[in-house]
């Protein structure tokens, strides 16, 4: 019973190696098959030239140049251009649902105008001189 005992612990224990030794390390994708670039294709040719002899196609040398880039040529340093003026700077009067002027109201962007004491933006429609809230 004593040998049985410690013949199953010794079995436990060797059981993580032997299922260790059953998993392969996983192969590179290139140990199956060699590796081979891609052969160009040849254009297809005009009727009038199907009697010449085909032009034996090259395969591409190992050690082949990248095509050479033309250098960028420097025109100094990088410009800064302004942003442009707003269109008209003449503030825009802006009008309340009554039709009253609110002063401290400015536009903000088209059908748009901001209340600078509480910072709310509001939806506004175009009248006559300047803008108004709509209701």
């Known amino acids: 019973m004593k040998h049985l005992s410690r ?33 160009p294709t040849q254009p297809a040719r005009p009727a009038d030239t199907l009697s010449a002899p085909p ?7 190992q050690g082949m140049q990248p095509p050479r880039t033309q250098p960028i040529q ?3 340093p990088a410009r800064v251009v302004p942003p442009a003026p707003p269109a008209s700077t003449a503030p825009v009067k802006v009008y309340d649902r009554n039709g009253r002027i609110v002063p401290g109201m ?17 939806d506004s429609v175009p009248t006559g001189d300047g803008q108004r809230v709509k209701p």
Do not use: E, H
């Open 7 to 39: 013949l199953a612990l010794s079995l436990l224990a060797l059981l993580p190696l032997v299922a260790a030794a059953q998993i392969a390390a996983p192969r590179k994708p290139t140990d199956t098959r060699p590796v081979t670039a891609p052969t």
């Open 55 to 61: 032009q034996p196609v090259t395969a591409p040398v």
């Open 74 to 76: 420097s025109q100094g």
């Open 106 to 122: 400015q536009q903000a962007g088209p059908n748009r105008v901001l209340d600078t004491r509480t910072g709310r933006y509001y």
